[in-house]
């Protein structure tokens, strides 16, 4: 997500998440939820991640890193693009670590998958699911209780930022108003939230209709 400009200089400004900033709001957000939800559960994380990629490493190693500062065992499957591999992976994985009980999707219909795996199960109830960004399909999984919340990582400040970073490098021939990387917002959208996540991702899909 960046902005070009200068064709001597290259990119003046990169627009991109939060890594770890994101992943630690997602690892306190599901502890602390669980430790409301169910005091007596141990909490046990785990991040299903879509591959191998740079930015993949980042999320999980950004989630390491948080699950450390809180004293949580945290693991990582990979469990691909396609929902068919998904439901298999981490139905390999909920059966090799069936104490697992907060599953954390931080890319695609991972988290869509997990709560198909784990109704079917029959531990739905127990389990603790994480998405990511106010899409339709996450959002209906927030409705109807699949979910407990959704990262959204600020895909649409992402937009916004790289027209103001445009703006300002058209009229004032530089960057002033930003640092040279710019992060996009990032918040837990939660059960109290879904009305108006609903109008914004009404609003995006009624755009890409026309």
């Not at 469990?79 to 139905?91: K, L, N, P, R």
């Not at 907060?102 to 739905?124: F, H, K, Q, R």
Request: hydrophobic residues 35%; charged residues 20%.
């Amino acid at each position: 997500w960046g902005v070009s400009g200068d064709p001597d200089t290259g990119c003046i400004g990169f627009v991109s998440p939060d890594h770890e900033g994101q992943c630690k709001l997602a690892v306190d957000y599901m502890l602390d939820y669980i430790a409301e939800k169910d005091p007596s559960a141990t909490p046990k994380i785990m991040v299903m991640s879509q591959g191998n990629a740079e930015k993949e490493t980042k999320l999980i190693n950004a989630s390491q890193k948080a699950c450390d500062e809180r004293g949580v065992e945290m693991q990582a499957v990979i469990v691909g693009t396609d929902s068919a591999t998904q439901i298999e992976a981490i139905s390999n994985a909920y059966q090799a670590n069936p104490d697992y009980n907060i599953w954390i999707g931080y890319t695609g219909e991972a988290p869509i998958s997990c709560a198909t795996v784990m109704n079917e199960a029959g531990t739905l109830d127990s389990t603790y699911i994480l998405g990511i960004d106010a899409t339709k399909s996450h959002l209906d999984a927030l409705i109807d209780g699949r979910n407990v919340g959704i990262l959204e990582q600020g895909v649409y400040s992402c937009g916004y930022k790289c027209v103001y970073m445009a703006a300002d490098y058209l009229i004032n021939g530089e960057l002033t108003q930003f640092n040279k990387e710019e992060y996009t917002q990032k918040t837990i959208v939660t059960e109290a939230d879904i009305p108006v996540w609903q109008n914004i991702v009404n609003q995006v899909l009624a755009a890409m209709a026309k």
